[in-house]
């Protein structure tokens, strides 16, 4: 009962949530809002329908109806994520230029409810839009090719698009204090997250690779569970609005609590990723290229590494105290955490027996590039540029020596999605002996690794010997 009686004053009986509903409803921008979304899916809706009724078959006719949801989602999609944004990018923004965020964060109102209230009202707004949109949709429920799960799917993926970029909205709100910076800012991000919908287009509705059937459904005897794209997106998208709110919380108040809500929170993600991922593995044969699985663990974990990495900013000294008293704040633990992530699909594939070489090389050396390259950062920022941020050092760098190479590092043979490059060395051995380097790639990884340990032993002497510089003056 404590639990939802929390969970009902941060959600519906929400203070924030009612004042802004109260406030907003009363204005004319929601209701033009839904006016236009209705007016442009209306639209587009008269210029296919009329080719869809053309066709007489019933077959072409369900096919259409598939077509048409498609069209409509895709629609929808775009519509919501450039709309949500202006519902939250000036709620925070707007409170400061009022010059009452500190009265309001000075009250009984603790920084999470504020924030909390914030996004709800959001999320009430594009429950309003989604649902006024259901007469249309419903139409492909006459015309075939969609079932009721399909289109709940569908919905809730919406409802989480929306929800991810009012969330992004909400942050910029809460890290500007003008509502024009916050209101740019937000929509930069969204436009840079775009560019991902096509691949994610691709996979989500794919009916050949999309899906991965593991285990049996033990009530019916005859279904599988199906583990794909959707299943991952609802995992990722429920972690990126939980970062960004503990995130646009942190920046209204830093609290050791934050901190660690975060670390928990992707350490909840952390495990799904890592189960769903020991799901697809699961049901892979030693003759499957995992090539492309190698590549994404090696982004992923040497990303969010950095991210980790970096100092706590904090409002006193007390909460410091606090935030290191938790195991979240020992770099070692996330290192470690990473190293053993990193190589368990390896020991996954070898219980089931049939183990791939390409799996096991190349999380091998995601694991030594996981603790070679933050100590190579760390030297060469306390060498080279003592007064630069290391989270700036260390995504640079990731750009310029790790991102880029690897992106260009996919072989013209058919053995494509190789990580060939691993730095900018291996860049130009590639430039000067293409052939030989794709078809010696044991021997390409060797020289990589040895390029990272010669790069730790000179920058290790040169922090060295200025600090015994520093101690003679």
Not at 277 to 286: D, E, F, I, K, P
Not at 328 to 353: D, E
Request: charged content about 10%.
């Amino acid at each position: 009962m404590k639990f939802l009686k929390g969970l009902a004053d941060w959600t519906w009986r929400n203070p924030v949530t009612l004042k802004e509903l109260r406030i907003g409803l009363r204005e004319r921008r929601i209701f033009i809002l839904q006016v236009l979304y209705l007016f442009l899916l209306l639209a587009l809706s008269l210029m296919v329908l009329p080719e869809i009724f053309n066709n007489r078959n019933s077959e072409q006719l369900a096919e259409s109806g598939k077509n048409f949801f498609l069209v409509l989602f895709w629609v929808q999609l775009m519509l919501l994520i450039f709309t949500t944004p202006a519902l939250t990018c000036g709620s925070l923004s707007g409170e400061r230029e009022r010059h009452s965020l500190d009265m309001v964060l000075a009250s009984r109102l603790s920084s999470g409810e504020l924030v909390a209230g914030k996004l709800g009202f959001a999320a009430y707004c594009l429950i309003l839009l989604l649902f006024s949109a259901l007469p249309l949709a419903s139409i492909c429920f006459f015309l075939g090719g969609v079932s009721l799960w399909d289109a709940l799917a569908s919905y809730l993926e919406l409802f989480l698009f929306g929800m991810i970029a009012a969330s992004i909205g909400l942050f910029s709100s809460a890290r500007e204090s003008r509502s024009n910076y916050s209101t740019v800012q937000s929509y930069l991000l969204v436009l840079l997250s775009t560019f991902g919908l096509p691949f994610y287009g691709a996979l989500r509705f794919d009916s050949h690779n999309s899906t991965l059937p593991v285990g049996p459904f033990f009530w019916t005897f005859n279904q599988v569970w199906e583990v794909g794209v959707f299943q991952f997106f609802l995992g990722a998208g429920a972690y990126f609005i939980t970062f960004l709110f503990l995130k646009a919380r942190h920046r209204l108040r830093p609290q050791a609590r934050n901190l660690k809500g975060m670390a928990r929170s992707f350490l909840a993600f952390y495990l799904f990723c890592l189960g769903w991922v020991g799901l697809l593995l699961s049901g892979q044969t030693s003759n499957t290229d995992m090539d492309p699985l190698v590549f994404v663990m090696y982004v992923a974990h040497i990303s969010s590494l950095g991210f980790f990495l970096n100092p706590a900013n904090l409002e006193s000294s007390r909460e410091a105290a606090e935030y290191r008293a938790s195991p979240f704040s020992r770099k070692v633990f996330w290192l470690l955490l990473f190293v053993v992530g990193a190589t368990t699909p390896t020991l996954i594939q070898m219980g089931l027996g049939h183990s791939v070489p390409g799996v096991t090389w190349g999380l091998g050396y995601t694991a030594f590039f996981l603790c070679a390259y933050p100590i190579n950062v760390w030297l060469f920022q306390q060498a080279l540029l003592p007064r630069w941020q290391f989270a700036w050092v260390y995504y640079m760098g990731l750009v310029l020596l790790q991102f880029l190479p690897a992106l260009g590092s996919f072989a013209p043979d058919e053995s494509s999605w190789r990580l060939y490059f691993v730095s900018p060395f291996m860049t130009l051995l590639w430039v000067m002996t293409p052939e030989k380097v794709a078809a010696n790639l044991d021997h390409t990884l060797e020289l990589a690794v040895a390029s990272q340990l010669l790069a730790m032993v000179v920058l290790g002497l040169l922090v060295g010997w200025q600090r015994s510089r520093q101690n003679r003056g």
